[in-house]
T-cell receptor, first 111, second 113 residues
Framework: GENVEQHPSTLSVQEGDSAVIKCTYSDSASNYFPWYKQELGKRPQLIIDIRSNVGEKKDQRIAVTLNKTAKHFSLHITETQPEDSAVYFCAASRSNYQLIWGAGTKLIIKP | ETGVTQSPTHLIKTRGQQVTLRCSSQSGHNTVSWYQQALGQGPQFIFQYYREEENGRGNFPPRFSGLQFPNYSSELNVNALELDDSALYLC????????????FGPGTRLTVL
């Protein structure tokens, strides 16, 4: 079955700097890769997603890149702000949208 | 906030008991997925229901069972509760024929003593 690995587990960056979180997946049939942000005690919220027919997608300060050959995808956050502090999860699935999740990255934005 | 609701919000049970968790999907969504999120970990896929039929299952024992109703709301039942079942249980509804994005409910925090 699918396995998703996520790194780093904790990431501390200075406010205004960029943050990059990386994930690898094992199932070559996976074709949907969402990223979720989860604040303490709250539900996961989709922040961006990408499908396997696209190599990169951007939404304001957030971008995701996908390398199908290497089976890895990354989340890039530019100009980080205090409200970006949260736990970020990557996930992967086939067309059935049964998400297999990474272990999460705790992002800390230092003022 | 999404239109997905879950009940109850919190629940405390003892080992060996049974529990039923409920999820109301967002209007127009015919698919519900359930996830278990232990403290400090990523969610784990339990199973998915599509048009009242189980449509896939993760690595969970048979004492985890579910149901989807004609209005697409769903229940998660867990029998013979174990301490390790303590977790946040999340449901997510989606409309796979569209973009497939999953919309999450607020979760049910289950504590097993």
């Amino acid at each position: 079955g699918e396995n998703v690995e996520q790194h780093p587990s904790t990431l501390s960056v200075q406010e205004g700097d960029s943050a990059v979180i990386k994930c690898t997946y094992s199932d070559s049939a996976s074709n949907y890769f969402p990223w979720y942000k989860q604040e303490l005690g709250k539900r996961p919220q989709l922040i961006i997603d990408i499908r396997s027919n696209v190599g990169e997608k951007k939404d304001q300060r957030i971008a995701v890149t996908l390398n199908k050959t290497a089976k890895h995808f990354s989340l890039h956050i530019t100009e980080t702000q205090p409200e970006d502090s949260a736990v970020y999860f990557c996930a992967a699935s086939r067309s059935n949208y049964q998400l297999i999740w990474g272990a999460g990255t705790k992002l800390i934005i230092k003022p | 906030e999404t239109g997905v609701t879950q009940s109850p919000t919190h629940l405390i049970k003892t080992r060996g008991q049974q529990v039923t968790l409920r999820c109301s999907s967002q209007s127009g969504h015919n698919t519900v997925s359930w996830y278990q999120q232990a403290l400090g970990q990523g969610p784990q896929f339990i199973f998915q229901y599509y048009r009242e039929e189980e449509n896939g299952r993760g690595n969970f024992p048979p004492r985890f069972s579910g149901l989807q109703f004609p209005n697409y709301s769903s229940e998660l039942n867990v029998n013979a509760l174990e301490l390790d079942d303590s977790a946040l249980y999340l449901c997510a509804s989606s409309f796979p024929e569209g973009a497939g994005e999953q919309f999450f409910g607020p979760g049910t925090r289950l504590t097993v003593l």
